[in-house]
Nanobody, 114 residues
Framework: QVQFVESGGGLVQPGGSLRLSCAAS????????MAWFRQPPGKEQELVAV????????NYAAAVKGRFTISRDNVQNTAYLQMSSLEPEDTAVYYC???????WGQGTQVTVSS
């Protein structure tokens, strides 16, 4: 069964940092691109970042470029999203997934607020 388990979210003040983790299973992780998505409250889901199977190529949404870093550990079958300089607009439920998308996990809530 393909599974994604996101963790690491929480409440952080503007300008702060968080590191999200995504434990993946049920497929050959090292052969598949991974991605992070987010869904702000009341808004559509958006793609945040993508990383190639070997971790060498990454792409980011314009809104997070320069602030977020996607990475992966193919030994641990885990993807990460390091978020810095967080803004209230980053508040959302964050999901990881394969690219193309497969099944969805529960996501992890990130709230950026004073």
């Amino acid at each position: 069964q393909v599974q994604f388990v996101e963790s690491g979210g929480g409440l952080v003040q503007p300008g702060g940092s968080l590191r999200l983790s995504c434990a993946a299973s049920g497929f050959t992780f090292s052969r598949i691109s991974m991605a992070w998505f987010r869904q702000p409250p009341g808004k559509e889901q958006e793609l945040v970042a993508v990383i190639s199977p070997d971790g060498q190529n990454t792409n980011y949404a314009a809104a997070v470029k320069g602030r977020f870093t996607i990475s992966r550990d193919n030994v641990q079958n885990t993807a990460y999203l390091q978020m810095s300089s967080l803004e209230p607009e980053d508040t959302a439920v964050y999901y990881c997934n394969a690219m193309p998308v497969r099944t969805w996990g529960q996501g992890t809530q990130v709230t950026v607020s004073s």
